[in-house]
């Protein structure tokens, strides 16, 4: 039998209620904050990715699904948000909107990985970015956004860790005593992180490995080698964040996978740690789009995994609203009842009842049996007796209580009945 691919899952209907919840309250907080939803191809050029993720991160040299067409274009499946709104940015003249452009996305995303939970080869993202304006007000307000998505649906005992990796100015000095530092321990450090130390030390505090976590925790730290500017900047946030009342955590290892981050860099994570825990992550990226071949234009935004939200959202055991109304199922006794069972379920679906009509060729008891396991709030019965009475027989699932309606009278009845238990 077929499988779904490795990494992979499938979202079966007794699942989609927490995606539609987790949906629908990002969406809510991202629009009164002025966001605005864009969605951009599940492929892009795979230069886009080399270009703005960088080509010495795990993701492009690891991860990343790429593949040419038959055109000969290299093309590549979504690893990140990033940059492709950046890349829509740009192309569509959005500089030209007033700034910041406020944007929020749902989108999959797909890595190659080795699957554990929390971490899928293809994951779906919940995203935002805010383009065009460096005030630290900015990095706030994303952070605000995060924070609250995840108080609204619930989720409790949550830390917010922060960190500044500074900018072109300054993180060059950083990443000279970082190397500085890591020279003595090469030998003791893992393959991957020997190329970290060649080509971008700075992941050298994102490993993973448990032979290298000794070592990261006394690393230099990139706050004690902020410019004058940066320093003001990180100062600034962390005043708006007690403004704000967020709690939050200082972290000098929080750098984050990917080259475009400058200056604020943020993770909210549950009480279980691990890197495979982290719920939001993002920052600041000021030369992205500059990158891309844009005018230096500064950005902040972050990204967050549907299934790691939905993960904390099942372990704290949080009540999730039921996004599928319970149906009125009709049950139907003789040919004659069918043909008007078939009528009658249209005309309810006409005016928003959710209705089911219960499998024909079956008898009354089936059918009834059949509506229990639909979870039906009503039952219709209809037969010889109703129809030459022109009525149905309402059952109340709930209340066990049965009543003979006029059939040109049930959906008006049962919209009262619906409304007064929604009441």
């Known amino acids: 039998m077929y499988q779904v691919p490795r990494g992979t899952t499938d979202l079966l209907p007794t699942q989609q209620k927490y995606w539609r919840y987790v949906e629908t309250v990002a969406a809510n907080v991202c629009k009164r904050i002025g966001y ?38 290299s093309l590549t499946l979504r690893p990140e948000g990033t940059a492709p709104v950046c890349r829509a940015y740009l192309e569509h003249g959005m500089s030209n909107l007033p700034q910041p452009v406020r944007l ?12 554990q939970a929390g971490r899928y080869r293809e994951h779906h993202q919940f995203g935002i970015e805010a383009i065009g304006d460096p005030d630290p007000t900015i990095d706030a307000e994303v952070i605000q956004i995060g924070w609250s998505v995840t108080q609204e649906l619930g989720l409790e005992n949550l830390s917010l860790v922060v960190n500044s990796i500074g900018d072109s100015t300054c993180k060059p000095n950083y990443l000279e005593a970082l190397r500085n530092y890591y020279e003595t321990l090469l030998d003791n450090l893992c ?38 500017p940066c320093k003001d900047h990180w100062e600034t946030l962390l005043g708006y964040l007690e403004n704000l009342r967020i709690p939050f955590k200082l972290d000098h290892r929080l750098v984050r ?45 972050f990204g967050s995994g549907f299934e790691r939200i939905i993960m904390n959202l099942i372990r704290q055991e949080i009540e999730v609203p039921d996004i599928t ?3 009125t199922v009709i049950v139907h006794r003789g040919p004659n009842a069918l043909g008007q069972a078939v009528k009658l379920a249209q005309e309810l679906r006409d005016n928003g009842i959710t209705t089911v009509l219960a499998p024909a060729q079956r008898s009354l008891r089936a059918q009834m049996r059949y509506a229990s396991s639909m979870n039906a709030r009503f039952a219709l019965i209809l ?23 006029l059939q040109e009278h049930i959906g008006s009845y049962l919209q009262e009945k619906l409304a007064s238990r929604t009441n």
């Open 36 to 73: 605005e939803r864009i969605d951009t191809p599940i492929f892009e050029a795979s230069g886009l990715f080399v270009r703005s993720v960088g080509a010495q991160t795990d993701i492009v040299q690891k991860e990343m699904y790429t593949f040419d067409d038959r055109g000969g274009d």
């Open 104 to 115: 929020y996305y749902f989108c999959p995303i797909f890595r190659y990985e080795r699957p």
């Open 191 to 228: 393959n991957d992180c020997h190329n970290r130390y060649q080509h971008n030390p700075l992941r050298l505090l994102d490993c993973k490995q448990d032979t290298c976590q000794p070592y990261i925790k006394e690393a230099p730290r990139s706050l004690d080698y902020l410019c004058e």
């Open 257 to 301: 996978g990917l080259d475009y981050y400058t200056r604020t860099v943020f993770e909210i994570q549950p009480p279980e740690e691990g890197s495979q825990n982290t719920i939001v992550g993002g920052g600041r990226y000021d030369g992205l789009i500059e990158q891309l071949g844009g005018k230096s234009t500064p950005g902040v935004g």
């Open 325 to 327: 109304p319970r149906p």
């Open 383 to 405: 037969g010889d007796d109703e129809l030459a009475n022109g009525t149905a027989s309402v059952r109340d699932m709930d209340a066990t209580n049965q009543e003979d309606v």
